[in-house]
């Protein structure tokens, strides 16, 4: 039997739908039985978890990662720690170390909900905030203001916290948005970590003739790259900065692609079976069920390409494309000539140069290598 330590949760209620943002999710109504419904939908989905585990020979471990993301898992409030620490009746304990991570809007959380469910384990949050420029966070639909933050960011102050902040946004280019700036300010709070995307808006975007060029949004992702490196951080992600000691373990799982179990409408987890098999499941929004891909040695063997290029690891050819080492040698060369890549002895290691340009070296590995 394999073991699944990993557990992520998507709750998908906002207090306010945010105009660019395609994620799953659903306006929190007051008065409605909205957080009651999602409960019972948990449970339901806990037990059809407990059959998929046993139709692939997984079973528990104590708990080293767990994930509660969004949608606002703070607007579920205190009442959601219980229902959440119901699921397994406290048959699966958590570790010693266990990084157990909230997300938390600054508009949307009081003293009681992270009270609650700090109590029940969690030990490190992350931070919607997206900017600290007031005229930004209204270009990007917030529902929260500076001052909102500044005051979870005191709450925090001594814990472990990510905070996220969107690039490209609308308008930067011409309204010289200065993100290095909002960052300089954030470190006065000494984040541990920090998420940094470049704005991906859902289809229709209002305001999607006023994002940045690629070429201008390029250059606002190495500049701030640089500043967070010039501050301690270790850029070990396409788009994520962590402390030393302090990336996000659960996150890590799934571009190791190692065991991720996961609940909730959307939730997305996988199973590794073997270097040749494993199996991404996700959940359906209107009921307890899964939707199932098997994956192959091939599926694999493009993802680990995918998702290890994503990261700074240091790999060897062999590792990423077992069957194909010469060729991809000599594209990594090429690369290693526009200084995409650095080398290490025999092994290579990305750099936040190429991961600008990732898609199209994605495309070149595909165009060099046809029969992948």
């Known amino acids: 039997m394999a073991i699944v330590s990993s557990l992520y949760v998507h709750v998908p ?3 306010h739908l945010c105009n660019y943002c395609d994620f799953y999710k659903r306006k929190l109504e007051p008065q409605s039985n909205q957080l009651k419904d999602y409960g019972v939908y948990l449970q339901d989905s806990w037990k059809r978890h407990e059959s998929l585990m046993r139709e692939h020979s997984m079973t528990w471990s104590p708990f080293e990662t ?6 606002t898992p703070s607007v579920w409030g205190s009442e959601g720690a219980e229902s959440f620490a119901s699921l397994w009746g406290g048959k699966i304990p958590l570790s010693t170390d266990c990084e157990f991570t909230f997300e938390v809007d600054p508009g949307a959380w009081d003293e009681e909900t992270l009270t609650a469910w700090e109590k029940i384990g969690v030990n490190r949050y992350s931070v919607g905030t997206q900017s600290l420029n007031p005229e930004f966070l209204k270009i990007l639909d917030r529902d929260h203001n500076r001052e909102q933050t500044f005051a979870l960011l005191e709450r925090l102050g001594g814990k472990n916290f990510s905070v996220d902040f969107l690039l490209g946004a609308p308008h930067s280019q011409s309204k010289k948005r200065d993100v290095t700036q909002e960052l300089t300010e954030l470190m006065k709070f000494k984040p541990s970590h920090v998420s940094l995307y470049i704005l991906n808006p859902a289809a229709g975007y209002t305001l999607k003739q006023y994002i940045p060029n690629d070429e201008w949004s390029g250059e606002e992702y190495l500049k701030v790259s640089a500043y967070l490196r010039s ?6 992600e396409v ?11 659960h996150n890590l799982r799934y571009w190791l692609g ?26 359906k929004p209107s009921s307890a069920e899964i939707e199932g891909e098997n994956l192959a040695e091939k599926e694999l063997i493009l993802e680990r390409l995918y998702l ?3 990261l700074n690891l240091p790999f060897e050819e062999s590792a990423i494309l077992p069957g194909h080492e010469t060729a991809f040698h000599q594209i990594l060369v090429s690369w290693q ?5 650095e080398q290490l002895g025999k092994q290579w290691r990305m750099k936040p140069e190429g991961w600008v340009v990732l898609d199209s070296l994605i495309n070149e590995v595909f165009g060099t290598i046809p029969n992948l």
Not at 66 to 71: D, H, P, Q, T
Not at 239 to 249: A, H, Q, V
Not at 263 to 269: D, F, S
Not at 337 to 341: A, F, G, I, S, T
């Open 13 to 15: 209620f906002c207090r």
């Open 66 to 71: 767990i994930y509660l993301g969004g949608g």
């Open 231 to 236: 501050q301690g951080f270790n850029h070990y």
């Open 239 to 249: 788009s994520n900065f962590g402390k030393p000691g302090f990336e996000s373990r």
């Open 258 to 283: 190692e065991n991720v179990a996961a609940l909730g409408p959307t939730g997305t987890g996988y199973f590794a079976h073997n270097k040749v098999s494993a199996l991404r499941y996700k959940w």
């Open 308 to 310: 290890r290029l994503r």
């Open 337 to 341: 000539q526009r200084k995409l890549v």
